[in-house]
């Protein structure tokens, strides 16, 4: 499985964030063989929305270019989906031509800097979904912070965890980022448990003054066998078999 990791730095404008995946997308040539592009956690709208939600929304007939792009690769990402008068923050997975799965994020945060519960409407629950790959399932930043869904992965058994984030840079000690710490001890445990491929996508840039660490990292067994760098908006490629190798 081939996969780019798209370290991307998003604007809280879903115009402007539209133009730019439909741009990476367009650039990815025959030959490069790709399997699946992955963005992170509300690639298309921003993080920071607040009121915003009510406007910057999208509908699932709003995603036909997306649909059309599937049609050579699969393709993973995060945007405000407006259904029955709800909004939720939802991962949208496309592939041949079609929406093949869709997660609304369950575990809203609601302390701190975030104020997820008075925006979005909580998913229901985690599910898994088959692809040429296996059975694979995603999860959006929070969710993988809350006991339970460690517990529910482990009993879906899934090949393939894809994590996608929108995590702010805090803490920072002897030279490291402590929160990047934190995500990757979660990572890795999640990992070690689950025996899957875990593949974590994180932004980076600024929305509001608030900066995002970026770091996006792939674990297998436990161990971390690729990383991104921190703060850098960058497109990886990487062949994703028993073992990890950087593909340029």
């Not at 409407?121 to 985690?126: D, L, M, Q």
């Not at 929160?179 to 890795?188: M, N, T």
């Not at 161990?223 to 490629?237: I, K």
Request: with cysteine.
């Amino acid at each position: 499985m081939k996969i780019k990791l798209v370290q991307l730095k998003t604007k809280l404008s879903s115009k402007n964030n539209i133009e730019k995946h439909l741009k990476i997308l367009s650039e990815i040539k025959e030959n490069d063989n790709l399997d699946i592009v992955i963005f992170p956690e509300l690639s298309l709208n921003g993080y920071f929305l607040q009121d915003l939600v009510q406007e910057e929304y999208f509908q699932l007939d709003d995603f036909k270019p997306f649909l059309k792009f599937s049609e050579k690769f699969d393709i993973l990402l995060g945007a405000v989906l407006k259904e029955n008068n709800r909004f939720y923050n939802s991962a949208l997975y496309f592939s041949n031509g079609k929406i093949l799965h869709i997660h609304r994020k369950v575990f809203l945060p609601n302390y701190g800097m975030f104020e997820e519960e008075r925006f979005f409407s909580k998913g229901k629950k985690i599910k898994t979904f088959k692809n040429k790959f296996g059975k694979n399932a995603v999860v959006i930043c929070e969710d993988l912070w809350n006991g339970k869904t460690l517990s529910k992965l482990s009993k879906l058994n899934p090949e393939n965890i894809f994590v996608l984030a929108n995590s702010p840079t805090r803490g920072f000690q002897n030279g490291k980022i402590l929160i990047a710490e934190q995500w990757y001890s979660i990572l890795q445990t999640t990992s070690i448990i689950t025996k899957s491929n875990v593949i974590f996508i994180n932004r980076v840039g600024f929305d509001d003054g608030l900066g995002f660490w970026g770091g996006s990292a792939i674990f297998q067994n436990g161990q971390l066998v690729y990383q991104l760098p921190f703060f850098d908006e960058v497109q990886e490629d990487i062949i994703l078999n028993k073992s990890i190798s950087n593909f340029k």
